[in-house]
């Protein structure tokens, strides 16, 4: 009897640890026999002791095992070993816990980062400081994945930014897509044009549309966002989405005007003049403050949603028109894209732009040219096709089904067919496995907030969804069943909500008549 129950109390200690879940999925994660158990004190190995991750480390240990951690550069003195290894890929790590000791290799501080954090995965809920032993051996699908939040229709303080900066460090997101400028509200500090921010920051009428981001601000979250191997790629959307900024400057539209946006309105025609030679001068002096702020490679120029009446009457767009031999506004809009690419290209970044700037196929663009997919509603594949015909490096963010601004059921300016649950997201989402192409270099979600989603009404928004969508982003293998992964969310679904994340539903079924999105 004795030995029946000490069976039984083995199965249910190797079943409880072997059950420990890692999101998104390792690529390769075996579980062993035996268990490490983390010391009360954790002498932690490194070969860089200014390396990012380790502050992250000792914050792990604090809060999940309560134990306190050193760190030094001999090898044989470590509990946690870290080895450099410069034959692994980028970001990839393998992490090895046997019963004395745990060794991470990676070829940098990405994939060391990354391994901590499904560390810090595994001792969730296990006070203990158990480990099951195992391999890890991890990678990512995506070379860039990120998360767009819409700082522009909505201001959120620094500290909300930080609070989804968290979040992905641990859905092992690196790319921070800071859309900052648009119709409702310029929220970047560009010291030559004051009136920007000063004007520019207070165009809307909701409590949380007024504000900006100090350029002090900026570098306090592009600090932050790197201890989480983050890239903050910044939007300054152009020649539309322009309406507060030109509130600011009237002078840089067609005619002078700024007449603002319309109840409801979610873009106008009163957009950037690309006839006036000043306005190229003014939008290349922003463009000079945003390269000396972000370090990030790519800096996103928008280009979306620019709609082409003042362009078709204006004296100035129509002479640039005559001038340069164009066919019309559209084609107007491709030698704009066009310049800016090349005046990007000239401070050695790439110049990134959602998919119109391919609307007219034939027009050469410059080689620093990426396109971000996203018109699938309107356009299906037809501008990732083109994008990789054309040889354009491509990030696929299609609008089904990476935009989590749709809530599960119509609300405001969402009706049924701009809706979508977590099983879609997770199914058929047209963005995902694009990755056999190198060009594509990544996979996108955002967050717009449109129709005034608040601080507040985030979280219900992304979680659980972003799970399908980090998963997709990160997990290079064969996705499982989408019942079998939904029941790995709920299993870290605890921790999210300790930290302080607020879940909203997640399937169409699960959303209690009455819910509010707000
Ligand atoms: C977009 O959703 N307008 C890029
Ligand atoms: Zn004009």
New binding site residues.
């Given amino acids: 009897m004795k030995r029946i129950k000490l069976l039984f109390v083995l199965f249910c200690t190797v079943h409880a640890l072997s059950a420990q879940t890692i999101l998104p999925t390792p690529e390769v994660f075996i579980v062993n026999k035996g268990e490490y158990r983390m010391p009360g004190h954790v002498k932690v190995s490194v070969n860089d002791t200014q390396s990012y991750f380790l502050p992250f480390m000792k914050e792990v240990l604090k809060a999940q095992v309560g134990s306190s951690m050193s760190v030094s550069k001999n090898p044989d003195k470590g509990d946690i070993v870290f080895i450099l290894d410069k034959s692994k890929a980028d970001e990839a790590y393998e992490l090895t816990i046997n019963p004395k000791k745990i060794e991470i290799r990676a070829s940098g501080e990405g994939g060391f980062f990354y391994a901590v954090q499904s560390i810090n995965q595994l001792l969730i809920g296990n006070s203990s400081g158990k480990l099951p032993c195992a391999v890890i051996k991890d990678a990512p699908r995506y070379k860039l994945r990120s998360f767009l939040l819409d700082s522009g229709r909505q201001y959120q303080k620094v500290s909300t930014i930080k609070k989804y900066l968290d979040m992905m460090a641990m859905l092992k997101m690196n790319t921070f897509h800071w859309h900052l400028t648009e119709g409702l509200g310029w929220r970047l500090e560009i010291k030559k044009y004051p009136e920007l921010t000063r004007k520019g920051a207070f165009v809307g009428t909701d409590a949380e549309q007024q504000g900006f981001y100090t350029q002090k601000d900026v570098k306090e979250i592009i600090r932050y966002a790197s201890a989480r191997n983050i890239t903050v790629m910044p939007e300054i959307d152009m020649p539309g989405h322009a309406e507060a900024a030109l509130a600011a400057y009237p002078q840089f539209s067609c005619f002078g005007q700024s007449p603002g946006l319309k109840k409801g309105q979610a873009f106008s025609e009163n957009i950037f003049c690309a006839g006036k030679p000043q306005t190229m001068t003014f939008l290349k002096d922003v463009l000079n403050e945003v390269c000396e702020l972000f370090p990030s490679n790519y800096i996103h120029v928008g280009g979306?949603?620019a709609p082409k009446g003042n362009w078709n009457r204006c004296p100035d767009c129509q002479a640039l028109i005559k001038r340069k031999n164009l066919k019309n506004s559209e084609q107007l809009q491709a030698y704009f894209s066009a310049d800016i690419a090349g005046y990007l290209k000239s401070k050695g970044k790439k110049a990134v732009f959602?998919d119109e700037v391919l609307n007219e196929e034939d027009y050469e663009l410059p080689d620093n040219v990426v396109v971000h997919w996203?018109g699938y509603r309107a356009r299906k594949e037809k501008p990732l096709f083109t994008a990789i015909k054309k040889g354009y490096e491509v990030i696929c963010g299609t609008?089904y089904y990476t935009?989590l601004n749709f809530p599960l059921t119509p609300w405001k300016g969402y009706q049924e067919n701009r809706t979508v649950d977590i099983r879609q997201i997770y199914e058929q989402n047209p963005s995902m496995n694009r990755d056999s192409n190198s060009l594509v270099i990544g996979m996108s979600c955002?967050l717009?907030t449109d129709d005034n989603v608040r601080e507040s009404m985030i979280d219900q928004r992304l979680f659980p969804r972003i799970f399908a969508l980090a998963e997709q982003m990160w997990y290079r293998g064969q996705l499982i069943s989408f019942e079998d992964y939904y029941k790995k969310i709920q299993q870290v679904r605890p921790y999210f909500e300790k930290l302080g994340y607020e879940y909203g539903p997640g399937l169409r079924s699960e959303v209690p008549a009455n819910y509010s999105w707000e």
Wanted: glycine share 0%; charged share 25%.
């Fill in positions: 979306d949603e959602w996203w609008n935009y955002a717009w």
